[in-house]
């Protein structure tokens, strides 16, 4: 029988910063920790699915601790990640008497805690919010950052805010669920903040990765998700405002948003990242700054350790890539700008925001080289 991992808590770094509880099978924690607060109504925004799976555990402990609360179910998903879902989570939240007294919890993957967040944050100019990620890319990624979004009709994340939960909740039991695929995912992340922070972090992974991560016990889960937050931690201290050195975060992202975007989360967030982090390794090497090594230990780490399928596939076109560019949301007034690496644990930073201009016909030629480098790519696509 799987055992309590004691819980935790640590400083996020952030600016405001939350509180982040951590732990396996904690859930019997989180009233007292609600209950610290005043409110009059918790709002429980969750799907379908994890209701099934875990409400009634989530839904004992609010009755245990006498916390009055309400579920509203939403749809979730990339292809949900719209207006028309922010609106309906709005309004219903409205229509359920929700006030400023109230707090709510999100309780899903980045998707459906992005959309709480942002919600939260709009209502009566902001209520209070708490975040608790059923992924491990939730845990370990999307969590550690203030920033709240959704899509726009010309690219991903376009419109949101920073905006702080209260705290937030780590419970690693609720990975044991999650598909192989989101599992992966979330590995690619941990895997490029080695790249841009922490070679040791690359070893780790190179280890780690020897192991079947489908057999992963929860005490497996625990630490190799506490071990990814500890990666992105170091990074977040050094910039807490997250709009310095923590572009460096966005390694790889250029392009990985605009595959995932345009194939409306066909392909994953991580999936996306693992094929923009070579494009954007390409790039580093076409430019001269990486030598050809560590362009190869890329393809290494995700595509023969993690199983990744890196090719762009056949119905993407560069074109389709560079108009989703010019979308992106690190667009600036220099126009399109990419993170890329000078060194392993190092990011080129010539002016000061760890993003360089490539001239796009650059751009365009090496996407043009990599899709034909990798089209014939024998891994199956894993995610």
Do not use: W
């Not at 209950?35 to 379908?48: A, G, P």
Request: include cysteine.
């Amino acid at each position: 029988m799987t055992k309590e991992i004691k819980m935790i808590d640590f400083k996020t770094h952030l600016i405001p910063d939350p509180t982040f509880y951590f732990g396996n099978r904690i859930t019997h924690e989180l009233g007292s920790l609600i209950n610290r607060y005043d409110y009059d109504k918790v709002y429980f925004v969750t799907n379908e699915l994890l209701l099934k799976l875990y409400g009634k555990d989530i839904l004992d402990m609010f009755n245990l601790n006498a916390i009055t609360h309400e579920v509203v179910i939403l749809t979730d998903g990339e292809d949900h990640k719209n207006f028309r879902n922010l609106e309906y989570l709005c309004e219903t939240l409205i229509e359920k008497n929700i006030s400023k007294g109230s707090i709510i919890l999100g309780f899903g993957g980045g998707c459906l805690t992005n959309i709480v967040g942002l919600a939260a944050g709009l209502i009566f100019r902001g209520i209070r919010y708490i975040e608790i990620p059923t992924t491990l890319m939730g845990i370990t990624d999307s969590t550690l950052s203030n920033k709240q979004a959704i899509n726009g009709k010309y690219g991903k994340n376009q419109f949101g805010m920073y905006y702080a939960p209260i705290f937030i909740f780590g419970d690693t039991q609720y990975l044991k669920t999650e598909s192989i695929a989101g599992k992966k995912s979330a590995i690619v992340e941990g895997i490029k903040n080695g790249f841009i922070s922490n070679k040791r972090l690359l070893e780790y992974f190179e280890t780690k990765l020897e192991e079947d991560i489908e057999n992963y016990s929860e005490e497996k889960l625990n630490e190799l998700a506490l071990k990814i937050i500890q990666s992105k931690l170091k990074i977040l201290e050094r910039d807490p405002s997250e709009k310095g050195y923590c572009m460096t975060l966005e390694y790889g992202h250029t392009f990985g948003h605009a595959m995932e975007f345009f194939t409306k989360g066909g392909i994953t967030h991580g999936l996306a990242v693992a094929k923009g982090m070579c494009i954007a390794a390409e790039l580093s090497h076409h430019l001269g700054y990486i030598p050809k090594s560590l362009l190869d230990r890329h393809y290494y780490l995700v595509s023969e350790k993690l199983g990744l399928d890196v090719s762009i596939p056949d119905y993407i076109s560069v074109e389709n890539i560079m108009q989703a560019g010019l979308a992106d949301n690190k667009k600036t007034a220099r126009g399109i700008q990419y993170v890329l690496l000078n060194e392993i644990g190092e990011c080129l930073n010539p002016d000061g925001n760890f993003q360089i201009s490539v001239d796009p016909e650059v751009v365009r030629k090496v996407l043009t080289d990599y899709k034909k480098k990798t089209i014939n790519s024998n891994v199956a696509e894993a995610v």
